[in-house]
């Protein structure tokens, strides 16, 4: 059992690039959502996800697109990368009614110059 | 806005003593806390939950405290041991469907 598996685990980008941010989870689970942790700070949620079809803005949005076109698959879209996007990405998933449990990824760290 | 906060970023211990990381927070609407523990480049990994209409629960080695009249938390690990190091962090569910995560403490344990 896989878990949670997020690709890459390492990227550099140069300012204005694009890329997905891949996240998959095999345990069926309706929550899904994506956190950033900088330096010395806990994780904040970017975006997150109550079901395939549905997304939603989480605290630190902007720059950031998502989509959940199946129940398995949560990539996180970064439009134009800028240097204040450097972080670790977590991609986590969670039952629905369980108090939200979150299991997570291990991390995507992004850097961007 | 609310948030969920920690006192200490960082607690040294000696191994086999006691070790206690504290959090506070401050959404009385909060009914479901969270310890993660995140090692050196890995994920936050599930630690141990509580309700709010519990004080106390215990698993293997660890125990969380819920004080919900003066909005704390504690993590209280017996018997630090060296894989114990790590950055823990509490998280709150206000009732929504994400979870609230503070910042972090480091937990350095001694040999």
């Known amino acids: 059992n896989a878990g949670v598996t997020q690709t890459p685990k390492f990227q550099v980008l140069k300012t204005g690039q694009s890329m997905t941010l891949q996240c998959a989870q095999d345990?069926?689970?309706?929550?899904m959502s994506w956190y950033r942790q900088d330096p010395g700070m806990g994780l904040r949620l970017i975006h997150y996800s109550v079901g395939a079809g549905i997304t939603d803005q989480g605290e630190v949005p902007n720059g950031y697109n998502v989509s959940r076109s199946t129940t398995e698959d949560f990539p996180l879209r970064l439009l134009s990368a800028a240097p204040s996007q450097t972080s670790v990405y977590f991609c986590a998933s969670s039952y629905a009614g369980t108090g939200n449990v979150a299991f997570f990824g291990q991390g995507t760290r992004l850097t961007v110059v | 806005g609310e948030s969920v906060g920690l006192h200490l970023p960082t607690l040294s211990v000696q191994e086999g003593d006691n070790s206690i990381i504290n959090c506070a927070y401050s959404n009385s609407a909060s009914d479901y806390f969270i310890w993660y523990k995140q090692e050196s480049g890995k994920g936050p990994q599930f630690i141990i939950d509580?309700?709010?209409?519990?004080d106390k629960r215990q698993g293997q080695r660890v125990t969380v405290l819920l004080n919900k009249t003066v909005k704390h938390l504690s993590l209280q690990i017996a018997a630090t041991q060296p894989g114990d190091s790590a950055v823990y962090f509490c998280?709150?569910?206000?009732?929504?469907?994400?979870?609230?995560f503070g910042g972090g403490t480091r937990l350095m344990v001694k040999p």
């Open positions: 998280a709150e569910n206000n009732a929504g469907n994400m979870l609230t």
């Open positions: 345990m069926n689970h309706e929550y």
């Open positions: 509580i309700r709010s209409n519990m």
